[in-house]
């Protein structure tokens, strides 16, 4: 069993940068792929960016190519997300989660989940 807990949501202005961050316990991460998903109010839950076990391999959704940027350390069974030029469609609850397999987009490969934390972003 994995539990994930993320931090580093809150409040910023379009413009604005944040730094997410999930912490895994009760197994190690290695040779799980690590995605980042979000949901909107009243949206469904979508892909915004996914990381290999090694953190050789990274994949973005197009909305936030070039703006967002995936990283690991194994050895602090840690996971981050660096977001920058942050604007208002980006408002939303983060999640992370564990995949067994390489990096994927559907919600469904992913088998473990964190309890999300919210980033707001004002105009």
């Known amino acids: 069993q994995v539990q994930l807990v993320e931090s580093g949501g809150g409040l910023v202005q379009a413009g604005g940068s944040l730094r997410l961050s999930c912490v895994a316990s009760?197994?190690?991460?290695?040779?799980?792929?690590m995605g980042w998903f979000r949901q909107a109010p009243g949206k469904e839950r979508e892909f915004v960016a996914a990381?290999?076990?090694?953190?050789?391999?990274?994949y973005y959704a197009d909305s936030v190519k070039g703006r967002f940027t995936i990283s690991r350390d194994n050895a602090k069974n840690t996971v981050y997300m660096q977001m920058n030029n942050l604007n208002t469609e980006d408002t939303a609850v983060y999640y992370c989660?564990?995949?067994?397999?390489?990096?994927?987009?559907?919600?469904?490969?992913?088998?473990?989940w964190g309890q999300g934390t919210q980033v707001t972003v004002s105009s």
């Open positions: 989660a564990a995949a067994p397999s390489g990096i994927s987009t559907p919600l469904g490969n992913y088998d473990y």
């Open positions: 009760g197994r190690t991460l290695i040779r799980y792929a």
């Open positions: 990381i290999s076990w090694s953190g050789s391999g990274t």
